[in-house]
């Protein structure tokens, strides 16, 4: 069991037949009154999120949760194609599962996926990936001084900010909790 009290970003829980995860939360001790946690909670198997309040003696069952690495293959068009890499057999999964990692995987690239009673719920990249910037315009002599950043678009398609000196065709490291450049490579 888990209270309420306990909650942090990624606790996953069981509360009306549901297991849902904690996507953020706030401890509140207003003035008068007593103390309550406000959470914006996601249904780990439907992908709904819901802001709920609860007091922080409330005590939920934990959820157990699998968690098992694989290899991502390829997408078809509708599902996309991951492999255990200790049986070698296939795990389809739809777009819902899997577009939150979808800006930071490629293909054969190993993830984390998440089960909840035998049921893929999450994928999850590794927590820094290198990637090859694609698209990015020219950064200047002398526009370092400040620190500035400009967006850039790689091999995946998705766009992040990187520093006025990265150009097009290097490879970057990034943290995919965060979605930030951390260094060129």
Avoid: C
Avoid at 53 to 73: H, R, S, V, W
Avoid at 91 to 111: C, F, Q, R, S, T
Avoid at 146 to 166: D, H, M, Q, R, S
């Amino acid at each position: 069991m888990i209270s309420a009290g306990d909650f942090r970003k990624g606790t996953t829980f069981e509360m009306d037949g549901g297991v849902w995860s904690i996507v953020d939360f706030q401890h509140v001790k207003p003035g008068k009154g007593a103390a309550f946690v406000r959470t914006k909670i996601k249904n780990v198997i439907t992908g709904g999120t819901v802001e709920k309040t609860f007091n922080p003696t409330d005590k939920y069952p934990k959820a157990q949760i699998e968690q098992k690495d694989m290899q991502y293959l390829y997408n078809d068009g509708e599902l996309y194609y991951f492999m255990d890499n200790e049986t070698y057999e296939q795990l389809p999964l739809d777009h819902g599962k899997v577009e939150d990692a979808l800006p930071y995987i490629k293909e054969n690239m190993n993830v984390s996926i998440k089960f909840f009673k035998g049921e893929a719920f999450s994928v999850a990249p590794p927590n820094f990936v290198e990637m090859v910037v694609t698209e990015t315009d020219p950064g200047f002599k002398g526009d370092t001084a400040t620190g500035g950043t400009k967006p850039a678009v790689i091999e995946t398609g998705a766009k992040i900010n990187v520093p006025l000196f990265v150009e097009e065709g290097q490879t970057i490291r990034i943290d995919t909790r965060t979605g930030e450049y951390m260094e060129r490579i």
